[in-house]
């Protein structure tokens, strides 16, 4: 077929809301700019026709939306490009040869995401895309519900529709533009493919509906709707929906400007079409015996109408359908003389007229109000609702509803158990899942039972989206959360008894959600102008039916949407009596749901891991790694738990045995925690040196026990007081600006003082002493010089530390003295010794932690401990005469010459008097125990851990509403009105283990 090559109009479509008037003003804006569109068409056309590419382009949502064929694939049967902002998809449509030996439309739909187009390597380790992914599977049911319904009957053609993402801007998603991309490849190609569809998304955001939201839009917590629509200009033909709690006035008002954009779309894609289109294949419908459907009509035409509504359970109505065919068959045989595959098509002739009479008087019923099970239109089968059947898992719930029978469990995790996402988009993880089973024996089948279907991944993903928005948030129910849903029976929406027994499991699981959702499938059968909607339809009046149609909800709204539309023309009204009559079905099953349990349990599960979050000095985090992550491994495996470190130093400690998790926590705190000024601890030393030794007070934090603070007399090695691995108490004394820790052990002893400047008294000023002149004369010893010596440095150095300075100024200020004579020697007297070993004590542990303020603190340890030393050495000079050592009163020179120094205010600190300095333990201790409790934090979450049977907040507090109790979680109702209670049947869950 010959095309004409001319670039289709363009339009500008102004902001939409949700009010008619401006989608008509959109269209009127259209119709103004017709004018200036052609010049830019005939532009168009030229360059066209030279380089062979055909290109329609339409403004979307305030995007530009492009369809674009002749420059890639060009040898597939149909082949487009299309663009929505930086975001390309190459769809493409083949068909195979005629197909004799099937009964059925071998349709495929595939879609992939490449890593490469969004600028990324795929995770794992071949480095390279395996299976589909759980997205890549949603995105292929969406296309192939749309198209498949719209194929011509009896076209038997193996058909393949493929689209690949070629790049990715990470905001404008793929998946609509992979529906838009194949319609249009299904259109330009020789398929016979039916009336031309469109698509888009709609989102709500400060109540104003969206078109075709961004990435971040649609994952924003402001979004309340992520709506995907299907349509041709007639009607809509998918819908597939997750939304927070919204009206069904609101999503009425979507759905119907989704069909609006549907409709524009469609419209280009004709205008594409014409442009590029091939000439359709012929399609020969399927040949029928009219005299032979005609015959078995007339002769067993009431019998096969009335099998399918004969009452009984489906395998009896299943049973008497069968029967009437045999019937049938026996009655009609083969003619005489032809072939066996002649006979077998017309044995499965006589099949296809009983199947299409069953349909048909399964429809009749039901538009006179009769349905095979005998309920009327309006009537929700039988449900019986049992949770806590499973003694050893985390929540459990065996939702029954008629012939529909879905076993759920729910599993509480830890962060460690998120899903992690690999894909093109910027999702990392997930920590809410919900996976669907469905087995061949729901069904009375024999097939392989093998990985999960599409189907089933479907009906997974929709339950998912019903219970996403109602669960609480991360902060306040810090767990990874799963439900699975293995369904035991099946007649009629298995994936709605999912949302129930899914909602039921959290709730017996104790996840405290806002509000319990329920869900409910419903049924349309139109005949003219008859209209019959069906609630808690049948599996064979899906089959039989013009739509399926899933809600579900809480008593505020509708959080999941799943529509499926066979028949044209679905009106406004007929669509809005339908999501009326859904919720009035939804709300009787929230009821039934509510009378066996009223709301979440108390408390979480005992079999639940015991999971606590509590929060570190991010600057700190690296000391739980560990090198390598060897630190955190031996924690994990010495305390049986999972440590999971997260953001601004968030860490989660998960496992079992509540002791070793609380020891783990401990562990952990002490290994973070500050050390504080006038705290007392109890260490290890870990090394002994000639100045004192090094004591662990926490994990992986040290300090220095000076020899001087080790014992309240003198020592003569530190190896005297302890050894290494002692463990002692210690008070922290000091701490300097770089964080070394200076500790004292004689400050704890019975009679020791505070150690350090702690608390010891100031010395008296001096003229609180008595007068120099007033005190006894000191025998007549000669001590040759040394006196004068002693005299001089000690008065310099007392004077240079009143200052502020340190010793060495003695040196400097030594260098310009006159140079003395050579003095006499004289033995050096016991109590010069201990002084001199004294000082030598004092100078070796200037070292590491006193470095910085050695002087200073030698200087106050020598004038400290000058009385002890005098009253030892007196003590070794017991044997001496005292006459000879001439009392006390008797003063040396360099006492008699303190007369004439001035007056000093008691010892305070370095430049303050100590009456208007604070105490030591004042200023440091509270400032430093406040900033460790701003870096180290203590625990949070213990109420969702708690073993005991403590009250947990109410629902009310955790975010359900007032005025929703019959729908809604009654914190005043006792739990479990009618159905059983946990601690009823279960007392030894009583004693909840900590």
């Known amino acids: ?39 830019k068409s005939s532009r168009s056309k030229t360059q066209s026709e030279k380089s062979g590419v055909i290109r329609v382009e339409r403004e979307i949502g305030g995007r530009m939306l492009s369809l674009e064929t002749g420059r890639m694939a060009k040898l597939a049967n149909g082949a487009v490009v299309a663009r929505y902002g930086g975001t390309m998809v190459l769809s ?59 194929f011509a009957d009896g076209f038997r053609r193996e058909t393949q529709v493929l689209t690949q993402v070629l790049c990715s801007d990470k905001e404008n998603e793929a998946d609509i533009l992979a529906a838009v991309g194949s319609f249009a490849a299904l259109g330009i190609s020789s398929i016979p493919n039916g009336k031309l569809l469109g698509a888009c998304r709609i989102g709500l955001q400060d ?10 839009v649609i994952q924003s917590k402001e979004n309340r709707l992520n709506l995907t629509v299907a349509a041709h200009k007639d009607a809509i033909v998918m819908v597939e929906a997750g939304a927070d709690q919204v009206p069904e006035d609101v999503m009425l008002e979507a759905l119907e400007l989704g069909h609006q954009i549907c409709a524009e779309i469609a419209e280009m894609v004709d205008e594409f079409v014409e442009l590029a289109g091939k000439e359709k294949l012929e399609v020969t419908p399927p040949q029928k015996d009219e005299k032979l459907e005609a015959a078995i009509t007339k002769k067993f035409g009431k019998q096969l109408k009335a099998a399918p509504v004969g009452g009984g359970n489906k395998f009896e109505r299943g049973a008497a359908m069968k029967e009437i065919k045999e019937e049938v068959r026996e009655a009609f045989p083969a003619p005489n003389g032809c072939t066996a595959d002649e006979a077998a098509a017309h044995k499965k002739e006589v099949g296809n007229i009983c199947r299409g009479l069953f349909k048909k008087g399964e429809r009749e019923a039901i538009l006179d109000g009769v349905r095979a099970d005998g309920r009327d239109t309006r009537t929700i089968r039988n449900i019986d609702i049992e949770v806590d059947v499973l003694p050893e898992v985390h929540g459990s719930c065996l939702f029954t509803r008629g012939e529909t029978q879905a076993l759920c469990i729910a599993t509480l995790g830890t962060e460690m158990d998120r899903q992690f996402m690999d894909g093109i988009y910027p999702e990392d993880s997930k920590r809410w899942l919900l996976h669907y089973a469905f087995p061949p024996f729901s069904v009375g089948e024999v097939r392989r039972f093998l990985a999960p279907g599409r189907r089933e991944i479907g009906h997974g993903a929709l339950a998912e989206r019903a219970i996403e928005r109602v669960l609480p948030e991360h902060a306040d129910f810090p767990y990874t959360l799963r439900v699975t849903s293995d369904i035991f029976m099946s007649n ?6 999912s ?68 028949c044209e023309g679905l009106t406004r009204e007929t669509l809005q009596d339908a999501m009326e009559q859904a919720m009035e079905g939804r709300l009787f099953i929230l009821r039934e749901m509510l009378k066996t349990m009223r709301r979440p349990r108390e408390a979480i599960s005992p079999n639940a891991p015991r999971l606590i979050s509590i929060n570190v000095n991010p600057e700190k985090v690296g000391a739980i ?22 953001d601004a130093g968030a860490i989660e400690i998960s496992g079992f045995d509540g002791k070793k998790v609380d020891a783990c926590i401990e562990r952990i705190q002490q290994m973070t925690a500050d050390v504080e000024m006038g705290a007392v601890y109890k260490g290890t030393v870990t090394g002994i040196k000639e100045f004192g030794c090094f004591v662990e007070i926490l994990p992986g934090q040290e300090g220095l026990v000076h020899v001087s603070e080790l014992a309240n007399t003198f020592i003569r090695s530190v190896t005297e007081v302890v050894q290494v691995g002692d463990e002692i108490e210690v008070k922290v004394i000091d701490i300097d600006d770089f964080g070394k820790v200076k500790l004292s052990r004689k400050a ?85 010794e201990g002084r001199d070993r004294d000082e030598e004590r004092g100078t070796r542990g200037s070292g590491r932690a006193d470095r910085d303020d050695r002087g200073h603190d030698r200087d106050r340890d020598r004038d400290r401990g000058r009385g002890r030393d005098e009253d030892r050495g007196r003590g070794r000079r017991d044997s001496a005469p005292a006459e000879g050592r001439g009392g006390r009163p008797d003063r040396s020179p360099r006492d008699a010459d303190d007369r004439d120094r001035p007056e000093r205010s008691p010892r305070g600190g370095r430049g303050r008097p100590a009456g208007d300095r604070e105490p030591r333990e004042e200023r440091g201790e509270s400032r430093d125990r406040e900033d460790s409790r701003d870096r180290g934090g203590a625990r949070s979450q213990a109420r969702f851990s708690d073993r005991e049977d403590e009250d947990r907040p109410s629902s009310r507090s955790r975010g359900s509403s007032a005025g929703q109790s019959e729908f809604g979680f009654d914190t005043d109702a006792p739990e479990g009105d009618s159905g059983r209670s946990r601690d009823e049947e279960r007392p030894r869950r009583r004693s909840r283990r900590r």
Do not use: H
């Open 492 to 497: 009629g929406s298995s994936s709605m008894a």
């Open 1 to 39: 077929m010959a095309t004409k090559k001319t670039t289709g109009k363009k339009s500008t479509r102004k902001k939409v809301s949700r009010s008619k008037s401006t989608t008509e003003s959109a269209s009127e804006g259209r119709s103004s700019k017709k004018k200036a569109t052609k010049k």
């Open 92 to 150: 493409t449509a083949e068909c195979g040869s005629e197909r004799t030996d099937i009964d059925f439309f071998p349709l495929t739909v595939d879609y992939r995401e490449r890593a490469a187009a969004a600028g990324k390597f795929p995770g794992g380790f071949f480095k390279r895309e395996g299976r589909p992914t759980t997205r890549e599977t949603l995105t292929c049911r969406i296309i192939d519900r749309s198209i498949r319904p719209l």
């Open 748 to 832: 704890l002893l019975e009679g020791g003082d505070e150690g350090g400047d702690g608390d010891r008294p100031s010395r008296p000023a001096r003229e609180d002493r008595p007068a120099r002149e007033d005190r006894p004369e000191r025998g007549d010893r000669d001590r040759g010089r040394a006196p004068d010596r002693g005299r001089g440095r000690d008065r310099d150095r007392d004077r240079d530390r009143d200052r502020g300075r340190g010793p060495s100024r003695d040196r400097d200020e030594g260098r310009d003295r006159p140079e003395r004579g050579e003095r006499p020697e004289r033995s050096r007297s016991p109590r010069a």
């Open 207 to 216: 109540d104003k509906l969206i078109i075709n939201p961004t990435w971040s």
């Open 499 to 566: 949302v129930c027994g899914g909602t039921l499991a959290l709730m017996d699981a104790g996840v405290p959600i806002k509000q319990p959702v329920a869900g409910i499938a419903m049924g349309l059968v139109v005949e003219g102008k008859e209209v019959a909607i069906l609630s808690d339809i049948l599996g064979s009046e899906d089959g039989c039916g013009d739509m399926d149609f899933k809600v579900a909800g809480t008593g505020k709204g509708i959080t999941a949407l799943q529509m499926d539309i066979k």
């Open 625 to 646: 790694i560990g090198p390598g992550g060897r630190t955190i491994r031996a924690l994990q495996e010495e305390f049986e738990s999972r440590i999971a470190v997260g």
